[in-house]
């Protein structure tokens, strides 16, 4: 955590006036975005990048992670994992824009040993403390930077502010064959690379991962090839740093066609191998998703099993806890299409700050509910009772789903209670309609981070009708709001 004085001195940065030498040329990128509407231009190679600028904000929650004076617009992450001495080594090369004049740069980061910090590729000073690396260099609002940082270290976890049953520290973990895996919601990237830890700063990645001979370096975003024991993956649409994901395993390779023809590709482990037909679902369960809520917004898709109880909707690459397929294949089929309806509600749509955490999972869930009626049988009638009750009680134990607890983080409510304002919607909607809402929230959006405002707006807006009180009620009421009905013709 970062102490007050830590606080006080970023805080209180002077306005200096600083250049930077010209950075190294940008590696060439799949991406077509352009920059988002209201943002600065890039120029020169930092063009490339222009569909990683983001308007970082400073999180309610958490305010100690991620800060609103850097923009990553990209992470260039080269690394290694050795099971024998437990020890990553890495080399991050961040292309970043400050948002406003300062004395030094500051980002999320384990205190891993520093080998080298370079900034525009000339030699600077980086120190790591109170899970901060801070970067001695003077910089100018929207000036990007090239810094370069190599270092090596064991990997250590941070504490989960939750007290779920399927919680676990969260970060790079070390699992019980001397591999790796990681999960970090909402945050922990900073466990395994220095990051702007927060949602609302999405970047693009190019992931070089080194693995043991016989084993396989996984992470997030679209496989680009391996030579050797080296793997590499890239994403050309903005990442926040929670959809992250790395994996370093023993794993065997199942690779599918999904919808269109993107390429699907499970990562599995040997005692996994039982469970085969339960992973062989993912291009179902992403053709069910298109039908209803338009194209898969990115190149590729795929999942990892990992030594975890829980399950993550990591960017491309959903990141799955060993256990979901022991549940059974009713409710591994509905934790995986949860996870896999994230990547339209929650990664190509991305929340602001973690209060709205209720737009993600709110949607996932009902999406979920949909499912499981269309392919489990649940009836409206059961939907609508098991909704309301658990609505009841979950307001009466956490709170409406827009005021969250920073201690309690990824409570029920956030689900159940904003899953029941959705279904609302539907109600009020009908099919049509509603679909047409639910396609046009994630197309017209995609690769953008929203908020409550600019969800309500939007509903209001498609829908032709004021629903604003609706939402204020569901998402504010510490107690359960009465049902309404369609709305008239």
Known sequence: MRTRSTVAVLASLTLLA???????????????????????????????????????????????????AVDVLHYGLDLSWSPTTRTLTGTATVHLRPTRDAPLVSLDFKPYAIDTVTVDGTNAVGTVAHEKLLVETPVRANVPITLVVGYHGKPSTTPMPSKRGDSHPLGLTVDSDGGIWTMQEPFGAFTWYPANDHPSDEALYDITVTAPK??????????????????????????????????????????????????????????DARYLPMLKRSPAFLTWLEQRFGPYPFDSAGLVVVESASAMETQQMVTLGEVQPQRGDKMFDLTTLHEYAHHWFGDAVTLTDWPDMWLNEGWALYVQKLYEQDRYGLSDAELVATSRQRDSELRKEYGPPSKPDPAEFGATNVYTCAAAMIRQLHQALGDDRFFALARGWVQENLHTQQTRASFTAYVNKTTGHDFTALIDAWLDSPTTPPETGPLAQ
């Open 18 to 68: 600083g250049c930077t030498a010209d950075p190294p040329t940008a590696p060439t990128s799949g991406g077509t975005f352009a920059t988002p509407p209201g943002a600065p231009a890039l120029s020169g190679p930092y063009a490339a990048w222009a569909a990683g600028v983001s308007t970082p904000v400073v999180d309610p929650l958490y305010p100690e992670r991620g800060t609103d």
């Open 214 to 271: 016989g084993w396989t370096g996984v992470a997030s975003g679209t496989p680009v090839g391996h030579s050797g024991n080296t793997f590499t993956y890239r994403s050309t649409a903005p990442v926040a740093s929670y959809a992250t994901t790395l994996a370093v395993g023993r794993y065997k390779k199942l690779a599918a066609t999904g919808p269109h023809g993107i390429p699907v590709t499970t990562w599995y482990r040997a005692k």
